[in-house]
Nanobody, 125 residues
Framework: QVQLVESGGGLVQTGGSLRLSCAAS????????MGWFRQAPGKEREFVAAISSNGGFTSYADSVKGRFTISRDNARNTVYLQMNSLKPGDTALYYCAADTYPKYRLPQKENFDSWGQGTQVTVSS
């Protein structure tokens, strides 16, 4: 398994921006598909965004399309989530996850086998 550490969360006002980072251990980061998920209190963990190992494919939840951007820097073993136009409904604990399957596939949470501890994002109204 790969070790993942998220950072960049915090408190922001509605309409503000944050950039989350996820640093991964290991020398095979460039072969992993990566994803971001979030979980609000009392709700299921839900998919936010995913990116293929070489960055050529990305996918987003409908609720964040046009506002969030996922990217990665394989030289730095890091994946990012740029979040703009934040809303109170985006408040959640955000998790980074790795899918070590050798091909890009549907970013269902069951397909991700390594998870970080999460970073809290709170959007005030």
């Amino acid at each position: 398994q790969v070790q993942l550490v998220e950072s960049g969360g915090g408190l922001v006002q509605t309409g503000g921006s944050l950039r989350l980072s996820c640093a991964a251990s290991g020398r095979t980061f460039s072969s992993y598909n990566m994803g971001w998920f979030r979980q609000a209190p009392g709700k299921e963990r839900e998919f936010v965004a995913a990116i293929s190992s070489n960055g050529g494919f990305t996918s987003y939840a409908d609720s964040v399309k046009g506002r969030f951007t996922i990217s990665r820097d394989n030289a730095r073993n890091t994946v990012y989530l740029q979040m703009n136009s934040l809303k109170p409904g985006d408040t959640a604990l955000y998790y980074c996850a790795a899918d070590t399957y050798p091909k890009y596939r549907l970013p269902q949470k069951e397909n991700f086998d390594s998870w970080g501890q999460g970073t809290q994002v709170t959007v005030s109204s």
